[in-house]
C-alpha cells in the first residue's frame, strides 16, 4: 500500500504492515470486556423487573397493574420480587466499584489520575466542545464532532445511574426496614422516603426507556438496535466512524491490534438480538402504561 493509498483511506503511514495485511471485514474492535457485559446484562434485567414490579404497586389502580400483578403471583409477590432484584442491582454497583477500584491500582494508582485521565467517565473540556459541536452539526452548521471513548451522552447516562441507585436504593431501604429506621429518625422520614422513592423510581424509568433507548438504539446511525454493550464488540469500519478520536489515537501508539478479536458465530448475535428485543419491547410497554396511567388514570 503506498503512501496515497493510506492517505485514501485515513489511514497514518505508520501502521504496522501486520494490521494492514489483516482481514479487515472479518476482525472486529472489542469496546468492552466480558465483567462489562455481564453487568450491563444485569443491570437491564434487575431494571426492568424493579420497574414493573414498582409499577404495579404505584398505579394498582389500574387495569394493567392488576393484570400485571396477577401474573407475577399477587401484589406481595410483587414486593418480594422486587426487593430481590434490588438486591442484584446493589450487588452490580458494588462489583462495579470494586472493578474500578482494581483497575485504579492496576493502571492508575492514583484517583485522581483516573478520574482526570482521557479515557475517563469525567467530564471534561472536550465534552463541552462535542456538545457544541453536535447542535452545529444537527442544524447543518458543521462536522460531525470527534467523539473519542465516550461521548458526553454516555457519561450522563453513567452518572445518572449513580444518582439513581443512591436515591432511590437509599429510599428503598428506609421503606424495606421502617422500624429499624425509625429508632434513628422521625416518623415523617417515612412519608418523604416513599414520595422520594416512587416519583425518582419513576423519572428514571422514563428517563430509560425514552432518552437513553434513543441514544442507544434509536438514532439514526444505529437503528433498530447497536448490540455493542452485549457482544462486547463492533466492526472496524463502524468504529473508526462512531469513535474517530481514539481510533486515531491507537493507530498512533500501535494498539490497535491488541483491540481487535474474531466476530461472535451468527447464533450467538441471533441470541443476543432476541434478548435486545425482548429488553426494547418490553421498555415501550412500560412507557405506554406509564403514560396511559399519568393521562386517564392518575389518583
Same mark, same amino acid.
Given at each position: 500500500?503506498?503512501?496515497?493509498?493510506?492517505?485514501?483511506?485515513?489511514?497514518?503511514?505508520?501502521?504496522?504492515?501486520?494490521?494492514?495485511?489483516?482481514?479487515?471485514?472479518?476482525?472486529?474492535?472489542?469496546?468492552?470486556?466480558?465483567?462489562?457485559?455481564?453487568?450491563?446484562?444485569?443491570?437491564?434485567?434487575?431494571?426492568?423487573?424493579?420497574?414493573?414490579?414498582?409499577?404495579?404497586?404505584?398505579?394498582?389502580?389500574?387495569?394493567?397493574?392488576?393484570?400485571?400483578?396477577?401474573?407475577?403471583?399477587?401484589?406481595?409477590?410483587?414486593?418480594?420480587?422486587?426487593?430481590?432484584?434490588?438486591?442484584?442491582?446493589?450487588?452490580?454497583?458494588?462489583?462495579?466499584?470494586?472493578?474500578?477500584?482494581?483497575?485504579?491500582?492496576?493502571?492508575?494508582?492514583?484517583?485522581?489520575?483516573?478520574?482526570?485521565?482521557?479515557?475517563?467517565?469525567?467530564?471534561?473540556?472536550?465534552?463541552?466542545?462535542?456538545?457544541?459541536?453536535?447542535?452545529?452539526?444537527?442544524?447543518?452548521?458543521?462536522?460531525?464532532?470527534?467523539?473519542?471513548?465516550?461521548?458526553?451522552?454516555?457519561?450522563?447516562?453513567?452518572?445518572?445511574?449513580?444518582?439513581?441507585?443512591?436515591?432511590?436504593?437509599?429510599?428503598?431501604?428506609?421503606?424495606?426496614?421502617?422500624?429499624?429506621?425509625t429508632h434513628i429518625f422521625p416518623?415523617?422520614? =417515612?412519608? *418523604?422516603?416513599? @414520595?422520594?422513592?416512587?416519583?425518582? +423510581?419513576? /423519572?428514571? !424509568? #422514563? $428517563?430509560?426507556?425514552?432518552?437513553?433507548?434513543?441514544?442507544?438504539?434509536?438514532?439514526?446511525?444505529?437503528?433498530?438496535?447497536?448490540?455493542?454493550?452485549?457482544?462486547g464488540r463492533t466492526s472496524l469500519?463502524?468504529?473508526?466512524?462512531?469513535?474517530?478520536?481514539?481510533?486515531?489515537?491507537?493507530?498512533?501508539?500501535?494498539?490497535?491490534?491488541?483491540?481487535?478479536?474474531?466476530?461472535?458465530?451468527? =447464533?450467538? *448475535?441471533?441470541? @443476543?438480538?432476541?434478548?435486545?428485543? +425482548?429488553? /426494547?419491547? !418490553? #421498555? $415501550?410497554?412500560?412507557?405506554?402504561?406509564?403514560?396511559?396511567?399519568?393521562?386517564?388514570?392518575?389518583?
Amino acid at each position: 500500500m503506498t503512501e496515497s493509498e493510506k492517505q485514501i483511506n485515513n489511514e497514518p503511514a505508520s501502521v504496522p504492515v501486520s494490521l494492514m495485511s489483516m482481514n479487515r471485514q472479518k476482525l472486529q474492535f472489542q469496546r468492552f470486556t466480558r465483567l462489562n457485559r455481564v453487568l450491563h446484562i444485569l443491570m437491564i434485567v434487575s431494571f426492568i423487573s424493579l420497574a414493573l414490579t414498582g409499577l404495579t404497586i404505584k398505579f394498582s389502580y389500574t387495569g394493567w397493574a392488576s393484570i400485571l400483578s396477577h401474573l407475577l403471583g399477587g401484589f406481595e409477590s410483587a414486593g418480594y420480587i422486587h426487593r430481590f432484584f434490588a438486591v442484584v442491582m446493589m450487588s452490580v454497583f458494588i462489583t462495579h466499584i470494586v472493578d474500578i477500584t482494581k483497575m485504579k491500582k492496576r493502571e492508575y494508582k492514583t484517583w485522581r489520575a483516573l478520574i482526570f485521565s482521557p479515557g475517563s467517565m469525567m467530564f471534561n473540556k472536550k465534552d463541552l466542545k462535542d456538545f457544541i459541536e453536535t447542535l452545529k452539526w444537527f442544524i447543518g452548521k458543521g462536522e460531525r464532532p470527534q467523539y473519542g471513548r465516550w461521548t458526553y451522552w454516555e457519561k450522563f447516562d453513567y452518572f445518572a445511574v449513580f444518582w439513581g441507585i443512591f436515591v432511590i436504593g437509599s429510599t428503598g431501604v428506609t421503606l424495606w426496614f421502617p422500624e429499624l429506621l425509625t429508632h434513628i429518625f422521625p416518623g415523617w422520614v =417515612i412519608n *418523604v422516603a416513599t @414520595i422520594i422513592h416512587s416519583d425518582e +423510581a419513576l /423519572l428514571a !424509568t #422514563g $428517563f430509560i426507556f425514552t432518552i437513553h433507548f434513543f441514544n442507544t438504539h434509536l438514532r439514526p446511525e444505529k437503528f433498530p438496535m447497536d448490540i455493542v454493550i452485549f457482544s462486547g464488540r463492533t466492526s472496524l469500519e463502524e468504529y473508526k466512524i462512531d469513535r474517530p478520536a481514539e481510533y486515531k489515537e491507537l493507530l498512533e501508539q500501535h494498539k490497535l491490534e491488541e483491540f481487535l478479536v474474531e466476530p461472535y458465530p451468527p =447464533i450467538v *448475535v441471533r441470541a @443476543i438480538k432476541v434478548f435486545g428485543w +425482548a429488553a /426494547l419491547t !418490553t #421498555g $415501550f410497554c412500560i412507557v405506554v402504561w406509564i403514560i396511559y396511567a399519568m393521562i386517564f388514570a392518575y389518583r
